[in-house]
């Protein structure tokens, strides 16, 4: 059996259906990852993600390495234990988060020397130690450490970033090696995927592509998006590496995004994504709920139940969502929650959201399935009023 | 169909199981009343809090007044399609909150002129405001309002607050039926509760419970207890007053109390209880757990989990417990959430502690049912160490 296995392919764009056969189930492409930051999809349970068809999640090394510790992980089994979930778990290499949240101290050819955003203790981070903490996570897909520029995008920076992750890729392919066939890992199948850069200069995702190709890993993440640049370079990045990539591998596309951009991203070939949107805008009451196009077509839209405007409203969040919230309780009640900082009101409001992407992916695979989705990438668009003009 | 049948007495003790036939559902005394003061038991579904075994609830008449206002939910079609509960809801008259909470401004026969503690709208409690307040709710069980001393007690005070709280009784009772019986009431099988003062002066507990008992209440609160004073006192309250309360109606003690507590209440004749504890305590890490005797006998302790010494304890925090989180968790892994202020740490210390009340209520009907009650009563003490003295 082949680790990924393409079902279906769709005639109008670069979309296709599949399966990601990973050491801990099968994740039907494409696929949305919730975010589980510290080993929990804040406020719901594995049971919740398991039961509205959640199959893989994406845990950050770099705050699981913080706290609790990779050490205490590994000798409670594993993550998949540590945190009672059976399903799949993708992890990032941790050095988003040493850019984004630690104090950098330095970085040179060996790593990135930081201090910890808790506690202020300094700490290396190699593309070995990298591979070290995830494989005592035990993740069934992990990433190499990379190196990414900013946005704005320079090119001489960027060629740079290409040059190191093509380096520390080697190195983690040879530390990971070792400790697959070595040590005593927790996840024997785990697999390690390599992440293309190259910001959006053409050239430089095709030559960091290839180098990636040369190592033959069995997954690829598409790296360097989402860092502030807009949409339609986002999309231009994927344009660039993924003729160079072979058909046949899955593609993740790291941090991305709206359900506009996703299903963008999957017209051109991505297979699965993760993304904090979701999860962080269900906190803050912003609610994504379907909605159609004045000719009748699938799209949506978001809300914010904060608003005074739904008060007095005695009906579901969305009639057309089947999550436990709108199964079960009006947007008066919901607002009210939110209104008293009550938690089940966040807890609501993210499963709501959790389940309206899953949904969404769901919606994505039988549009390619029946041979529809270029319609829905037609259509599919945020129609909040104050986003229409997209 | 007696309101409330009474199925097995104890014969060393006052302690008897029953059933209270309420509009929504029966509930098996002794029962506890999980607290759900805005319309939510914080952080937990109305699915989980039934599938628990939860039978009735309690929700707090002065915060849902404030927010979001008894005209809301009763245009909503009352608290129980609000909040989406179908079993009993118990509600308290919000006099309690307009002493502990609210800005007082002044207090005469008529009722408690207030400010309330969010934005400072005044707002006068009466007898009368307080069963429209309840009856636009639509709570299964409602109270009276009531005038009760601070401790500790003085016995002028006390003595008043006896005959201002017989007097606003027959206001509420003319209220309630004029309510009842002309306007349009969500919940026509609502029933009104008396309340009996009298602190812990014998003669005027005997005297209100007389009170009380003249205006044939179908069921009773114990009042004025659980306002500062040591555990003897609360019991010795409950003392006085049982004698001169009909046999065959149901006793609610208010706002008791711990698992120890309980038990005691109990087995003076006390049928439900109310109490923020196992909610409150669950939030700042405090879980309730089995433990033995020396004698082997059933008692039980509280851990506090955010501590070092469960951080790598990969065991349950409660082997003998069938909640969520004992089934699917280990010490560790909440300790994580707690350390990370995560919130569904909190949510699974709350349906901990909800589960240990309802299971030791059901230990408690079972224990009254099967004989060995006594047995329970001698040996049942929180063997936290700091507390062994108890």
């Given amino acids: 059996m082949e680790y990924f296995e393409i079902i279906k392919k769709d ?55 913080q706290r609790p510790g990779d050490a205490l992980i590994y000798k409670a089994g594993g993550l998949h234990k540590f945190m009672n979930w059976k399903q799949a778990i993708f992890t990032d290499s941790g050095g988003y988060q040493v ?38 996570l035990g993740s069934d897909v992990c990433l190499i450490l990379d190196d990414f520029p900013g946005y704005p995008f320079e090119r001489k920076r960027t060629e740079e970033s290409v040059e190191r992750t093509k380096r520390w890729a080697e190195r983690a392919v040879t530390e990971f090696m070792r400790i697959m066939t070595k040590d005593n890992p927790v996840n024997p199948g785990q697999k390690l995927w390599g992440i293309v850069q190259g910001a959006s200069f053409e050239d430089l995702r095709k030559r960091s592509a290839e180098q990636m190709r040369a190592l033959d890993f069995p997954g690829y993440a598409i790296g360097g998006v989402a860092v502030g640049e807009p949409t339609d370079q986002m999309l231009q990045a994927v344009d660039y590496a993924m003729p160079h990539l072979e058909e046949e591998k899955p593609k993740h596309l790291l941090g991305v995004g709206t359900p506009y951009d996703i299903v963008q991203a999957v017209s051109r070939g991505c297979d699965s994504f993760d ?9 803050h009451g912003k609610l994504y709920i379907s909605d159609k196009t004045a000719n009748g077509k699938d799209s949506y ?64 695979r039988t ?12 259509n599919y668009k945020d129609r909040t009023e104050d986003t229409l003009e997209l």
Wanted: aromatic share 10%; charged share 25%; proline share 3%.
């Fill in 11 to 65: 005639e109008h764009s670069c979309a296709r259906t599949g399966v990601i056969h990973t050491a801990h189930g099968d994740v039907h492409t494409p696929y949305f990852n919730p975010i589980g930051t510290k080993g929990t999809v804040k406020s719901v349970t594995s049971e919740e993600l398991k039961f509205w068809g959640a199959e893989m999640i994406l845990a950050n090394t770099y705050h699981l390495w």
């Fill in 99 to 136: 850019f984004s949240l630690a104090r950098m101290r330095s970085m040179d050819e060996k790593g990135v020397l930081f201090r910890f955003d808790l506690d202020g203790r300094e700490a290396l981070l190699t593309p070995e130690r990298s591979m070290q903490i995830q494989t005592n």
């Fill in 275 to 283: 993304c904090v949107i979701p999860t962080r805008e269900a906190r």
């Fill in 301 to 364: 839209k978001t809300i914010d139940i904060r608003k005074a405007e739904f008060a007095e409203q005695f009906t579901p969040v969305d009639t057309d969502c089947d999550c436990y919230g709108c199964l079960n309780h009006i947007r008066a009640y919901i607002r009210h929650l939110f209104a008293c900082d009550e938690s089940l009101g966040i807890r609501l409001a993210t499963m709501h959201n959790i389940k309206f992407y899953l949904n969404l992916m769901g919606k994505i």
């Fill in 367 to 378: 549009a390619i399935q029946y041979d529809y989705f270029d319609d829905m990438l037609a």
